[in-house]
């Protein structure tokens, strides 16, 4: 009995206010002239709509009321979030956070059980939502468990907003899952750029301003768009009367007009959208809407603004260039472009037309395979880059994954390889124009070159080549033979002597048969990740705080960890330190006796380290004459003039057994 007394009074109120209002701003109500705004650019059926369900409660004008309100987001299956909203009445009643949570928990039951079937339009959402509100509220008993307060008279259901589709008012400030999906929009249409955080600061305002001004120019198209006014009519003039007869006539009289109103002038149609950087719910419907129109007019090279600089953007995005979004219509952008268009099916042109600006703003953009790299880029696409470029014999590079000074001079010698393929490949078919070439010798690494340096089809592993022969294959074999320390010669493109001699070292090394021909084997092991570097003897390490070099052979597996000898050595006077550093360019052993001309001495066993910098004995005051007996006295202290001196007896071994190129590290 006790649920009918609730029900009955329940069901006249639902059945007393029912009203469905479509989507309009607070300042939007005016009545006038033509105006152009946001809903004049976008279809009915994606405007923002609510209905609204109020119940009259008929409150005594003494009540202690106090008001709070709960909304649900869902999302329907096209992905439009939508809302809920109720907003309530506490009547003479006081509710606790915690007693609230609750209640906001029921809520949240109650929508997500309301919703399963319903359509996604706001007049259904609500009616739904309000029926199984009054449902759960009939139900509910005055002991239902952690629902102490729906027993009462006190809480009192207001009013119940539904809102298809859904977006929250967001600007400075306002942070949370809605404006990460704001700025995941802006960043795909080129008017933000970093990442969606979810943090509506100052760069999100910038874009949402960009954005309103654009609009603002949409709304510009469509007054421009409007018909002439029609003119305002002539008034008539009433005729002059016909002369009576016995009157005096009246000469150049005058046409009498009849009195006319002056007509008020129609006020010519504005742009009616405000720059203020608010992200009001219109502007989010018209901008996550199948209406928004992306672009206003075609772009081409020379033009500049800021539509330009959105297209610059999303191409930086999505890997076609790493170039920053400036505004100018440049060369760089055109092939950005091009290369997008060659990846979206389009024809190659260039210039981003309708169709092609279309393509690049939506979100299933087609993305190269391989993105951009220029200098400065870094990570794992570059060390990819280095690693085959090193590999393959175009640069003596460490794979650090950053696009540096090195990588891009090996970028350029792939460009230059790839162009006199291409140039070959024109001359066979009996072309030889040069403007037909299409591989630009710049270091940048477009997505059209990554693409071909990592295809199956690349040659990879050059023809076989032997002494006598020459072009751009044998440079590759040297670079690459220089890499792993077999050869140290010129890179000439030259397969002389000790191209041949290094090519045999290398097969010593690897097991293979010691020819200095280039067979298909050996070029398979040289240019290969797993090549191994030319072993030397020992390696030399200088300690200036030991005052000792230490010489290091090889182990079984190849490092260089077994000590064989320990030296003692006078490494540079503080005034003229010994550099530091790891040494491998140096010539090795020089004459037998070297003159020092600036010190007017002599020392034994000369070994060039870097430049001038060498092992060598102590001094002697003429050749083949007596040792200085003050060098050896100094030996184990900071005594030479940048030069690392040893007994003679040491200087003789490395001398000896060091050949040229040896590894040194002074620390």
């Given amino acids: 009995m006790k649920q009918f007394k609730f029900i009955l009074p329940m069901l006249l109120v639902i059945a007393l206010v029912l009203s469905t209002t479509a989507f309009t701003r607070a300042e939007d109500t005016r009545e006038g002239p033509w105006q152009a ?71 949240k039951g109650i929508v997500l059980g309301a919703v399963q079937n319903v359509r996604a339009d706001s007049e ?56 990460q999906r704001l700025q995941e929009r802006l960043i795909q249409l080129g008017y933000l750029e970093g990442r969606a955080d979810g943090f509506y600061g100052a760069n999100t305002r910038a874009a949402v301003m960009e954005l309103e001004e654009y609009v603002r120019e949409l709304e510009q198209d ?72 992306v672009c206003r007019t075609d772009l081409k090279s020379g033009d500049s603004g800021s539509a330009v600089k959105r297209v610059q953007s999303r191409l930086n995005r999505l890997g076609y260039t790493t170039d920053p979004a400036d505004g100018e219509f440049g060369g760089g952008t055109a092939r950005a472009l091009r290369v997008f268009q060659y990846y979206s099916g389009m024809d190659e042109t260039g210039i981003a037309d309708a169709a092609t600006q279309n393509r690049l703003f939506a979100a299933d953009a087609a993305q190269p395979d391989n993105a951009m790299l220029s200098l400065g880029s870094s990570g794992e696409a570059v060390s990819k880059l280095q690693k085959r470029l090193r590999v393959l014999g175009f640069a003596s590079i460490a794979v650090d994954g950053g696009y540096g000074a090195g990588t891009q001079a090996g970028v350029e010698n792939l460009q230059r390889y790839m162009r006199e393929l291409e140039s070959d490949a024109l001359a066979a078919s009996g072309t030889a124009d040069e403007g037909q070439l299409t ?90 990740e797993n090549a191994k570097k030319a072993m030397k003897p020992y390696v030399l390490k200088v300690s200036i705080d030991d005052q000792r070099v230490y010489a290091y052979a090889p182990d079984a597996n190849g490092d260089y960890t077994d000590l064989v000898r320990t030296m003692k050595c006078s ?34 066993y000369a070994y060039y380290i870097q430049g001038d910098i060498m092992f060598h004995s102590v001094l002697y005051g003429s050749r083949n004459g007596r040792v200085t007996q003050s060098s050896v006295n100094h030996l184990g202290s900071k005594a030479s003039h940048g030069c690392v001196r040893l007994s003679v007896e040491d200087a003789k071994w490395i001398w000896t057994n060091c050949p040229a190129h040896t590894k040194v590290i002074v620390y």
Avoid at 76 to 99: A, C, H, P, W, Y
Avoid at 275 to 291: E, I, K, M, P, T
Avoid at 578 to 601: E, I, L, M, S
Wanted: aromatic share 10%.
């Fill in 124 to 179: 259904s959402l609500a009616n739904v939502v309000a029926e199984s509100y009054r449902a759960r509220r009939a139900a509910a008993t005055p002991g239902e468990t952690g629902l102490p307060a729906w027993a009462s008279e006190g809480l009192l259901l207001e009013d119940v907003v539904a809102t298809v589709p859904y977006y929250p008012e967001l600007t400075l400030d306002v942070n949370g899952s809605a404006t």
């Fill in 222 to 293: 469509a007054i421009d768009a409007l018909p002439p006014p029609t003119p305002t009519p002539t008034p008539t003039p009433i005729p002059t009367p016909e002369p009576v007869e016995n009157t005096i006539a009246l000469a150049a009289v005058a046409p009498v007009y009849a009195p006319q109103p002056t007509p008020e002038p129609t006020p010519a149609p504005t742009p009616y959208t405000v720059v203020d950087g608010v992200a009001d719910g219109l502007l989010q419907a018209y901008l996550f809407s199948d209406d928004f129109q």
């Fill in 37 to 107: 705004d946001i809903l004049k650019l976008m279809s009915e059926d994606n405007a923002p709509k609510s209905t609204s369900i109020h119940y009259d409660l008929s409150l005594s004008e003494d009540a202690q009321i106090e008001r709070r309100s709960y909304s649900q987001e869902l999302v329907s299956s096209k992905g439009d979030v939508l809302n809920v909203e109720f907003r309530f009445v506490l009547n003479g009643i006081t509710m606790g956070e915690g007693q609230w949570t609750t209640v906001e928990e029921w809520l």
């Fill in 571 to 604: 490494t540079g006077r503080n005034s003229s330190p010994t550099p530091t550093g790891t040494f491998q360019d140096g010539t090795g052993p020089g004459a037998r006796w070297h003159y020092f001309t600036k010190f007017n001495c002599w020392a034994q």
């Fill in 439 to 528: 591989v630009e010798v710049n270091g940048v690494a477009d997505p059209l070159l990554l693409d071909d340096f990592y295809a199956d089809s690349f040659p990879a592993i050059p023809a076989d080549m032997e002494s006598g022969a020459s072009g751009r294959d044998v440079v590759r074999l040297q670079r690459r033979l220089s890499m792993l320390e077999y050869y140290y010669g010129d890179l000439d493109g030259q397969y002389g002597a000790g191209t041949a001699q290094a090519i045999t070292a290398f097969q010593r090394r690897h097991g293979l048969t010691e020819t200095g021909v280039c067979d298909h084997v050996t070029l398979a092991a040289l240019f290969d």
